[in-house]
């Protein structure tokens, strides 16, 4: 995968390691892969098939460990709702997140802004892949 101004520094397996024992979970097998060669960033394919809510994304970043912005630690204050279920992976450019959840590993969607028709305050949250892997495999261009 080719990230557009990827000059960020790669996270270290200790930071990392230190990152999971904070979160008090490891992190899925691909995700954590993923980090350790990137630590976040922008994809140069950055298009994503929402399935759920029949519709398409554009990723605007991918968040890291322990960076200044886009970090993952930050984002996790705006998931009140969804705190201990999810973790935030990345964003579009409007503020909506991509979700990491915890226990299935599974990607979703969260439309924090309801820009989607069948959004509500109560179901806000769409299912895009099964796993962080299968995500990145279906990045596609604009």
């Given at each position: ?8 520094p790669p ?70 709702e969804h ?60």
């Amino acid at each position: 995968m080719k990230f557009k101004h990827d000059n960020r520094p790669p996270v270290t397996v200790t930071q990392l390691a230190t990152f999971e024992a904070e979160l008090g979970f490891a992190l899925p097998p691909s995700y954590r892969e993923f980090l350790l060669h990137h630590n976040g960033g922008r994809p140069s394919l950055p298009r994503f098939y929402i399935p759920d809510c029949e519709s398409y994304a554009l990723v605007d970043d991918l968040m890291g460990v322990y960076r200044e912005e886009a970090a993952i630690d930050i984002w996790m204050d705006e998931l009140e709702e969804h705190r201990g279920r999810f973790l935030p992976i990345g964003l579009d450019s409007e503020g909506n997140l991509l979700l990491l959840e915890i226990e299935s590993g599974k990607i979703y969607y969260w439309d924090s802004g309801r820009y989607f028709d069948d959004s509500t305050d109560e179901v806000n949250t769409c299912w895009v892949a099964d796993d962080f892997g299968s995500f990145i495999s279906g990045l596609t261009g604009r």
